[in-house]
């Protein structure tokens, strides 16, 4: 009887619209109360999910990320996107693709890409004469790209749940992250090669390398994360409190263009988007707990295992799975309530921890462009001004191309584990 309250009360909130966070902190305690469990529980999981080392990269690397977009990041990434791509047929999509695997290393979040390239690219191309729904599209599907090149905010929460190294599984989303982002790019030039979209002139060497020294201290953020990590040196959030004052010296003393005054306003509205975070965290402990105590993960690893333990079957069932679920759960939540059932039920058939993390995290980035609670959608749909049914259409090619993808990195273990590998040499 409790289940059921819990699952029907959990079910009301996505239904109605609460915010996740608050759905799963009131489908908790509706349980609590109904199963004569004391709510001195609530604040104690809460307390207990949030009081990890790990997490403390989340609001490092956030505050490193707002503080690169205060300092004039975007548009320098994007002249040296166009300067290196934009002369392939559709040479605005192509740099609005590029603009996001370089822009992932550095914010981290899927959001935070979809609104700072979407804010510049949606109306440029646009103006270019691209159509609106396919610039919106474009936008939202390269933006998946950034939590899987590092620094990676759902592969934090990933480390805290399994204890699996930070470090490493930055590295595991490196090579899936790039071969995401050069899929997309093909799907691009067919779409322009069909369309007949525009090319754009080469602009020659002294652009690509001016460009490139432009946007060079922004771009060797990513280095210095990945190189502090690969040696060894630095934890990853040690990691974080570099990176984020790496980027108060390049925004105010190299580009320029980060007032100090700014920084206060900016420090302030990371720490709010890192509670925001750290609260879906509080609460998704509490409701994991609850379905852990009643077993659930064990009766979901029995039922599968149950129907078959093929190896490659077991991966099939759990994406689609976890498509379903992405698509109406945001991926945070969905992290911490599936990753440790899923887990023991990959475990159970062999696959590796660290391979299994990357391809749960590619899958539910997904879910960031599918109806009905793409997160990236929404955002690139209110900038392009437009509903979301032509936006979700002109999707379809870019979905098609990220489910290849995910199906390659989730029967090939060498694509996320061969570079964190050399970790251990």
Not at 150 to 164: N, Q
Request: aromatic share 8%; charged share 5%; proline share 6%.
């Amino acid at each position: 009887m409790s289940l059921a309250i819990l699952g029907i009360t959990f079910l009301v909130g996505l239904v109605i619209g609460l915010p996740v966070a608050v759905t799963l902190g009131v489908s908790s305690i509706a349980y609590l109360l109904s199963a004569g469990i004391p709510l001195v529980v609530v604040p104690q999981k809460m307390f207990a999910g949030m009081d990890s080392f790990v997490l403390l990269c989340i609001p490092g690397f956030i505050m490193a990320g707002n503080l690169m977009n205060g300092g004039g990041i975007t548009a320098r990434i994007i002249r040296f996107a166009q300067a290196l791509v934009g002369w392939i047929r559709g040479g605005l999509a192509q740099t609005n693709v590029a603009s996001s695997m370089l822009f992932g290393g550095i914010s981290g979040t899927a959001v935070a890409d979809a609104a700072s390239i979407g804010g510049m690219m949606i109306p440029g191309m646009k103006k270019a004469g691209y159509p609106a729904d396919f610039s919106a599209a474009v936008t939202a599907a390269s933006s998946t790209v950034g939590p899987i090149i590092p620094p990676s905010v759902p592969m934090i929460i990933v480390g805290s749940l399994s204890g699996i190294s930070v470090g490493k599984m930055f590295i595991a989303g490196a090579v899936p992250g790039i071969l995401l982002g050069l899929a997309m790019m093909v799907t691009t030039y067919i779409i322009a090669v069909r369309r007949n979209f525009p090319r754009q002139a080469w602009q020659g060497w002294r652009e690509l390398v001016s460009s490139f020294l432009g946007a060079f201290w922004a771009l060797a953020m990513t280095a210095l994360i990945v190189g502090g990590m690969l040696s060894g040196y630095v934890t990853p959030t040690e990691t974080a409190v570099v990176a984020s004052i790496y980027a108060v010296i390049i925004g105010a003393f190299v580009y320029r263009e980060l007032p100090l005054s700014r920084v206060p306003g900016i420090m302030v509205d990371s720490a709010v988007g890192s509670a925001g975070i750290l609260c879906l965290v509080g609460t998704a402990n509490v409701f994991g707990w609850i379905l852990v105590s009643e077993q659930i993960p064990q009766m979901i690893a029995d039922s599968v295992l149950s129907l078959t333990d093929n190896k490659f079957m077991v991966i099939l069932l759990i994406n689609i799975v976890l498509l379903l679920v992405g698509m109406f759960m945001e991926t945070i939540a969905a992290l911490i309530i599936l990753f440790v059932p899923l887990l023991t039920l990959a475990q159970g058939v062999g696959i590796e921890p660290l391979h299994f993390a990357v391809f749960m995290v590619l899958n539910l980035m997904i879910g960031l462009t599918t109806p009905p609670v793409g997160i990236c959608m929404f955002v690139c749909a209110n900038i392009a001004r437009l509903p979301l049914g032509p936006v979700i259409r002109a999707l379809v090619p870019y979905l098609a191309t990220n489910l290849i993808v995910l199906l390659l990195v989730s029967y090939i273990p060498a694509i996320s584990t061969w570079l964190p590998s050399l970790m251990d040499k």
